[in-house]
């Protein structure tokens, strides 16, 4: 969930935005988890397109914007903290797919998502129990 505050908002001249639509120089994200940054290429019919950034917080935000047929993913990164990517540090890395994920053993209920990497590396999440070394692959949820 990202934060905006008055302070950062942008006053914009009439009508160089949209109906309801506000801009802001910044915005707050407390939690210190993961979130994804997109680059999208939207087609409304052929003399209407743009590309655009969007932020998001969870998959199946990602998972719908995929689902539109005016709408082609270009690029997508996770933005993830060092317990995730395993460094001391966050790291903005692109992203191929994203999968479900069960317990290989079936003995648990944990369920999660594996993010596979441009460089075919792979972050689990959850990521804090032991069990997640047996986190496997269990559906495609969005592959670019």
């Keep these: 969930m990202f934060e905006t ?3 950062a908002e942008m006053n914009m001249p009439v009508g ?3 109906e309801g639509q506000r801009m802001w120089e910044f915005v707050n994200y407390r939690l210190h988890m993961h979130w994804f940054y997109m680059l999208y290429h939207t087609e409304f019919d052929e003399d209407s397109e743009s590309s655009d950034f969007a932020l998001f917080t969870n998959e199946e935000q990602i998972a719908k914007m995929a689902s539109f ?4 993913i270009i690029d997508l990164y996770i933005v993830s ?3 995730l990517n395993g460094s001391d540090r966050w790291k903005m890395e692109k992203i ?3 999968w479900t994920s069960k317990n ?3 003995e648990s209920s944990l369920e999660g998502k594996i993010y596979v990497l ?3 590396s792979e972050y689990k999440h959850p990521v804090y129990t032991s069990e997640n ?3 496997i692959k269990d559906k495609i949820f969005v592959k670019l």
């Design 5 to 7: 505050i008055d302070a």
């Design 16 to 18: 160089l935005l949209g």
């Design 69 to 72: 047929s005016h709408v082609k």
């Design 81 to 83: 903290p060092g317990y």
């Design 96 to 98: 191929k797919e994203i």
């Design 104 to 106: 290989k053993n079936h």
């Design 118 to 120: 441009q460089d075919n």
């Design 133 to 135: 070394e047996d986190l």
